[in-house]
């Protein structure tokens, strides 16, 4: 059984960072791109960054020079530091894993809060 299990979101001031975690179980998780997405309410979701196997990294321009994505593979788990932090980042937070080479193996976690506000 899959499992993609997002942790550290909350409730932060604008400038303020959080580091977002996903432990991953279930899968061989060397062999997925992972990636962070987010949907605000009301808008549809969005990717924030991703990270290949070969550990190239994509970033939103939104969030470009912010965040930073990093994996470590020997944990099967995925990060999001998140620093100046802005009200427009409060969203959802979601996790997504993709098989890099079945593309039809892609599975998402639960999610987690994300606000910011002062």
């Known amino acids: 059984q899959v499992q993609l299990v997002e942790s550290g979101g909350g409730v932060v001031t604008p400038g303020g960072s959080l580091r977002l975690s996903c432990a991953a179980s279930?899968?061989?998780?060397?062999?997925?791109?992972m990636g962070w997405y987010r949907q605000a309410p009301g808008k549809q979701r969005e990717l924030v960054a991703d990270?290949?196997?070969?550990?190239?990294?994509n970033y939103a321009d939104s969030v470009r020079g912010r965040f930073t994505i990093s994996r470590d593979n020997a944990k099967n788990t995925v990060f999001l530091q998140m620093n100046s932090l802005k009200p427009e980042d409060t969203a959802v937070y979601y996790c997504?894993?993709?098989?890099?080479?079945?593309?039809?193996?892609?599975?998402w976690g639960q999610g987690t809060q994300v606000t910011v506000s002062s």
């Open positions: 997504n894993a993709v098989n890099t080479f079945f593309l039809s193996l892609d599975y």
């Open positions: 279930g899968i061989n998780f060397s062999i997925y791109r």
């Open positions: 990270i290949t196997s070969g550990f190239s990294t």
